[in-house]
C-alpha cells in the first residue's frame, strides 16, 4: 500500500511539474494573469465604480458576489452538518446550572481574559466596518469574533458562554447572517435589477450610485460577519464537548 | 554536466521556484492522505494539501515591486487636489465627458499586485477549514462507535463478519 | 419575472433550508412541510424555465449576477448560462428532490430522530448546490458549488450508523482529493489563461492557439481526474458502495440517482465548452479510444462485481458503478449520437436509479431482511413494490418501451457509428449480466416461497439491517415508487423528441 501511494504520488508530481516549463516566471507583470483584461478591470476601474479603495473587498463582494454567498453557504454547512453529524440529545438538560461544566482556567488567565476580552471584540467589530479602506472584511472580523467567545468559554468554562451565546442563538445568528445576503439580493431583485445588481438601489441609499455599491457591499459583509462568528462558536462547542455541549475542554 | 545541470537550474527552477516548492509540499500532504493509518493523520495530510494550492495560486498574482491591492490615498493628497483642479477648469467649459477622470488619477496596474487571486483563495481557505471541521467531527463519530482511530483495528472489527 | 427565474428557483430551497434550520430539534414535520412547499416551488419554476429555453429555439439563457455587463468582450463578474441540456437536467433534480420530500415523510422520524430539520435543511442546500452546478458559467464558481454538494453529502451520510460514519470518512478523503484536482486544473488554466469564465476561457484558447501547450494538456487531464473521481469511474470507485449502502435511506434514493449523473453533466461541459470537440477528439486521438477502453473495463467490472453481491443495496451501487462507464464512454465516442445518448442516459438512468432504489429501500424495511432473499414470494406480499420493482429492472436490462433500451439504443448506433466495437459489446454484454441478475430476482419473487427460513446474519451485514421494521408500507413511500416508475415509462414513450433537443443543442456546440 505503500509502495502504491509513493508510485502514483511520483507520478502526480512529475504531472504537475512538467507544466512549469510554459508558466510565467516568479513576479512576471505580463503574465496573462496579471496583465489580462479582467484583473486590469479590476485594478484600475474599481475605484470609480464603487468608490472602495481595497480592491480585494471589491471583487469579493461585489463583482463576484454570488460565489462569496456560496462561500457562507459553505461554512453554514459546515456548523448544521457537525451538529446534525455529532449531536446527541441525552438528558444532559435536567444537570442543574451551577453543577455543569468546568471552572476553566486558573485565576491569572480568567482576569487576562476579562481585561483582553473586550478589545478582542472591538478591533474584530473595526476589522469587519474598515473592510473597505484596509485589508478586512466579513470573514476575517466574523473569525476573530467568533475566536472571542471561545477564548470566553476556555477561561471561564463552557457554561459560562453558552449562556451567552446558545445552540438556539448561534443558529438564529447563523441563518440571520445569510438571510441578510441572500435578502440583499433580493432586495436588487425587488427594485427591478439582476439579482446582487447592488445599483439598483440607488434610489433607496444615499450618495450615487458607486455609494450605493459600497453601502451594500458593507451590509453585505455585516451579513457575512453574523454567520462566521455564530458557527465558529458553534463547531468549537459541538466539537469539544463530541456533541453533548456538556463539559467543555 | 555540472554546466548541464546549472543551466537546467537556472532556467527551469530558479525563475519559477514557487511552483516546485508547493507541487512538492502537495505531494506531501497527498503521500500522507493516501498510505497513513491513523485517521487523524489523513486529516493533516489533507490539510498540508489543501493549503498548499492556496500558496500555489497566490504566489501566482505577484508582480515585482508592487503593493497590496489596495489603494491608498497617504501622501497623494497633492496630486489628488492638483488634478481636481485642474478638471474642475476643463469641465466648466462644458466636457462632462471625462467624469472618470474628474477625481481620480490614473492607477498604474503594475504598482499593485492581482487582486484576483487572493479574492479565490479566500473562498478556498473557507472551504478547506469547512472540510476539516467535517472531517473531525465524523472521526470523532467513528472513534464513538469503534473506539480506535487506528484504519486497519477498524476494519479487523468489522471482518470476521464476512465479506463486505 | 420571467427573466430570473434561473436564480429563483436558486433561492426557494435556499431560504426553505434557512427556515429549516430555525425549527430547532424535534420538529420534523413542520420542517418537512416547508421543504415541500420551497421544492414544489422551485420544481414549478424549473418547468417554466425549460419551457422557456424551449421557446427560443436552439438559443441560451445568459444571466448575469450583479448586471456587470462584458462591452469590452470579456466577462467580469459571474454568468449563469441555461440551455435545453441544463433546464432538463435542472428539471430533474428538482423533480427527484421533491418525490423524495414525499417518500421522507415517515422515513425522518425513524431514521434521524431529532435531527429531522437538520436533515431537511441539508438536503435543501444540496439541491441549491446541485443546480448552481448545472447553471452556472464561471469555472471557480463551478469548484465552490461541487464544495457546497460534497460537504452536504458527508454530513447526510454521517448521520446513519456506525459503518455509515466509517465510509463517509473515505469518501471524505476520496472527495476532497477529487475537488482540489479540479481546483488545480482551473488554476493552470487560470494561469495560462488569465480569466475564470468558461466562454472567455474558450475564445482565449482558441486565439493564442495554445492546444498542443503542456500546461494545457496537464490541466485537462487534471480535471478529468477530479472529475472522475467524484462520479465514481472505475477504478475511482471505492468510496461509492459503501457510501450509499449504509447512508440512511432517504439519502440513498436522493444521491444514488443524482449525484454521479451530475458529475456526468459536468464532464461534458467541460469537454465540449471549455476545450472544444477539436481538442477533444481529434488532438491525441490515443486518448479517446485509452478512455473509451476505461469505460468498456468499468462496465464489464460493475456488471461482474454486482453479480457477486449479496445483498440489494450494494448490488444496486455496483451497478451505478457500470451506468457511469456507459455515460462516460457514450461521451468520448466522438459521433454526435453517442454524446446525444450518454446525455439521454443521464435522465434515464436517473429515473430507472431513483425507482430501484425507493423499491429496494422499501423491501429491507418492511421485511427486515437486507440481502437477495428478502425478495421470496415477494409479489404475493407486496404486490404493488414488486411491480414497481420490475419496471425498473426492465429498464435497467434494456427492453422497451422503458427508457432504458433507448439510452443504450442510441448509445449502441453511436459506438457503431464511431466504430468502437468494443464499446457495443460492451454494453451488450452488461445487459445480458443486467438480465440474469433481475431474472434470478423476479424468478424469487413471483415463484419463490415466502420466506420462512432463518440464515445466519453476519457481523458485517447487521448495520444494513432497519432498526425496526413497519408493519405495512405506509403510501407516502409508494407514492414515489409509483411517480418514478411511470416516469420510466414516460421518458422511454418521449425519446424521439428529448433525443431531438438534445442533439440540435449538441450539434451547434460540435460545430
Given amino acids: 500500500m505503500k509502495f502504491f501511494g509513493l508510485l502514483s504520488v511520483i507520478i502526480v508530481g512529475f504531472l504537475l511539474l512538467s507544466a512549469t516549463k510554459d508558466f510565467p516566471n516568479w513576479g512576471d507583470e505580463d503574465s496573462p494573469a496579471n496583465s489580462g483584461p479582467v484583473s486590469s478591470f479590476y485594478i484600475e476601474k474599481t475605484e470609480e465604480k464603487t468608490k472602495v479603495p481595497n480592491m480585494v473587498t471589491a471583487v469579493l463582494a461585489d463583482y463576484r458576489g454570488y460565489d462569496t454567498m456560496f462561500e457562507t453557504v459553505v461554512i453554514f454547512i459546515a456548523g448544521i452538518g457537525i451538529i446534525a453529524v455529532l449531536r446527541t440529545y441525552g438528558n444532559n438538560e435536567s444537570i442543574p446550572k451551577n453543577q455543569v461544566g468546568d471552572e476553566g482556567a486558573g485565576l491569572l488567565a480568567r482576569m487576562t481574559c476579562s481585561l483582553i476580552l473586550p478589545f478582542i471584540q472591538l478591533f474584530a467589530l473595526y476589522v469587519v466596518a474598515h473592510g473597505h479602506h484596509s485589508p478586512g472584511g466579513g470573514f476575517q472580523g466574523g473569525v476573530m469574533l467568533g475566536a472571542s467567545y471561545i477564548l470566553l468559554a476556555l477561561a471561564y468554562g463552557l457554561a459560562r458562554a453558552k449562556s451567552c451565546f446558545s445552540e438556539k442563538r448561534t443558529l438564529v445568528f447563523a441563518a440571520l447572517g445569510i438571510f441578510i445576503y441572500v435578502g440583499w439580493g433580493v432586495l436588487c431583485l425587488v427594485m427591478g435589477s439582476e439579482f446582487l445588481n447592488y445599483s439598483a438601489l440607488d434610489s433607496i441609499l444615499p450618495g450615487g450610485v458607486e455609494m450605493a455599491r459600497s453601502h451594500s457591499m458593507l451590509a453585505v459583509e455585516i451579513g457575512v460577519a453574523l454567520t462566521v462568528t455564530a458557527i465558529m462558536f458553534s463547531m468549537f462547542s459541538n466539537l469539544s464537548t463530541k456533541g453533548r455541549l456538556d463539559k467543555g475542554l | ?164 | 419575472m420571467t427573466d430570473h427565474l434561473p436564480i429563483l428557483l436558486l433561492l426557494s430551497p435556499l431560504f426553505g433550508a434557512l427556515v429549516c434550520v430555525l425549527f430547532g430539534k424535534g420538529n420534523s414535520k413542520n420542517a418537512w412541510i416547508v421543504s415541500m412547499i420551497s421544492l414544489g416551488i422551485s420544481s414549478i419554476l424549473s418547468v417554466f424555465l425549460l419551457l422557456k429555453v424551449l421557446s427560443i429555439k436552439g438559443g441560451d439563457i445568459r444571466y448575469r449576477m450583479g448586471g456587470w455587463d462584458p462591452s469590452s468582450g470579456y466577462e467580469v463578474g459571474i454568468e449563469l448560462r441555461v440551455d435545453i441540456l441544463a433546464a432538463l437536467i435542472v428539471l430533474a433534480v428538482t423533480l427527484v428532490g421533491f418525490i423524495n420530500t414525499i417518500y421522507s415523510k415517515t422515513r425522518v422520524p425513524a431514521e434521524v430522530g431529532e435531527k429531522g430539520p437538520f436533515f431537511y435543511a441539508l438536503i435543501q442546500l444540496l439541491i441549491v448546490g446541485l443546480c448552481g452546478i448545472i447553471m452556472t458559467n464561471d469555472a471557480f464558481n463551478l469548484y465552490v458549488l461541487i464544495e457546497i454538494t460534497s460537504l452536504t453529502s458527508y454530513a447526510l451520510i454521517a448521520m446513519g450508523n456506525r459503518r455509515a460514519a466509517l465510509s463517509s470518512f473515505n469518501y471524505v478523503i476520496m472527495g476532497t482529493i477529487g475537488a482540489s484536482f479540479y481546483l488545480l486544473g482551473v488554476g493552470y488554466l487560470y494561469i495560462k489563461t488569465g480569466t475564470l469564465n468558461i466562454d472567455d476561457i474558450h475564445t482565449y484558447l482558441e486565439n493564442e492557439n495554445l492546444w498542443t501547450s503542456q500546461s494545457i494538456i496537464v490541466a485537462f487531464i487534471l480535471i478529468m481526474l477530479g472529475v472522475w473521481t467524484k462520479m465514481a469511474l472505475f477504478p475511482l470507485h471505492g468510496w461509492l458502495p459503501n457510501a450509499y449502502s449504509y447512508a440512511p435511506s432517504m439519502t440513498g434514493t436522493f444521491m444514488a440517482p443524482l449525484m454521479t449523473k451530475v458529475m456526468v453533466y459536468v464532464m461534458i461541459r467541460v469537454m465540449l465548452w471549455l476545450f472544444g470537440a477539436d481538442f477533444v477528439y481529434s488532438e491525441d486521438s490515443v486518448w479517446g479510444e485509452l478512455i473509451v477502453w476505461m469505460s468498456v473495463v468499468a462496465i464489464v467490472a460493475g456488471s461482474f462485481l454486482a453479480l457477486a453481491r449479496n445483498d440489494i443495496k450494494k448490488m444496486l451501487t455496483y451497478l451505478i458503478i457500470a451506468e457511469v462507464g456507459y455515460m462516460v464512454g457514450g461521451a468520448w465516442l466522438n459521433s454526435l449520437t453517442g454524446q446525444a445518448g450518454a446525455f439521454y442516459h443521464i435522465l434515464s438512468d436517473a429515473a430507472m436509479t431513483f425507482c430501484l432504489f425507493i423499491a429496494a429501500s422499501i423491501v429491507i424495511i418492511r421485511t427486515g431482511e437486507s440481502r437477495l432473499n428478502a425478495f421470496d414470494g415477494l409479489f404475493r406480499k407486496m404486490p404493488l413494490t414488486m411491480i414497481g420493482f420490475t419496471i425498473g429492472g426492465l429498464s435497467m436490462i434494456g427492453l422497451p418501451p422503458t427508457c432504458g433500451f433507448f439510452s443504450k439504443w442510441y448509445l449502441i448506433s453511436g459506438g457503431i457509428e464511431s466504430g468502437h466495437w468494443e464499446f457495443v459489446v460492451a454494453l451488450l454484454f452488461s445487459s445480458l449480466i443486467n438480465a440474469v441478475i433481475f431474472f434470478k430476482i423476479f424468478e424469487r419473487a413471483y415463484f419463490g416461497k415466502i420466506k420462512g427460513i432463518k440464515e445466519e446474519v453476519s457481523v458485517a451485514d447487521i448495520d444494513m439491517i432497519p432498526a425496526e421494521g413497519i408493519k405495512s408500507v405506509p403510501a407516502s413511500m409508494l407514492i414515489p415508487l409509483f411517480i418514478s416508475a411511470l416516469s420510466v415509462l414516460i421518458l422511454g414513450i418521449m425519446n424521439k423528441n428529448l433525443f431531438s433537443w438534445i442533439s440540435n443543442a449538441l450539434k451547434m456546440i460540435n460545430g
Wanted: proline share 3%; glycine share 8%.
Fill in chain 2, 1 to 164: 554536466m555540472d554546466i548541464i545541470i546549472a543551466s537546467f537550474l537556472e532556467d527551469s527552477i530558479v525563475p519559477k521556484f514557487n511552483y516546485w516548492i508547493y507541487v512538492i509540499l502537495m505531494m506531501i500532504g497527498l503521500y500522507a492522505m493516501i498510505t497513513k493509518n491513523n485517521l487523524i493523520k489523513k486529516l493533516i495530510g489533507m490539510a498540508i494539501f489543501q493549503t498548499a494550492i492556496i500558496l500555489l495560486y497566490v504566489s501566482v498574482g505577484v508582480k515585482a515591486d508592487a503593493n497590496i491591492p489596495i489603494i491608498s490615498h497617504h501622501g497623494e493628497k497633492d496630486h489628488v487636489e492638483h488634478a481636481q483642479n485642474e478638471n474642475l477648469d476643463s469641465a466648466s467649459e462644458g466636457s462632462s465627458h471625462h467624469g472618470s477622470k474628474k477625481e481620480y488619477h490614473v492607477i498604474d496596474k503594475n504598482k499593485f499586485a492581482n487582486p484576483l487571486p487572493h479574492v479565490l483563495m479566500l473562498t478556498a481557505i473557507v472551504v478547506g477549514v469547512s472540510t476539516l471541521g467535517l472531517a473531525l467531527a465524523i472521526s470523532q463519530k467513528v472513534h464513538g462507535s469503534f473506539g480506535t482511530l487506528e484504519e486497519d483495528e477498524i476494519l479487523d472489527q468489522l471482518r470476521p463478519g464476512g465479506h463486505d
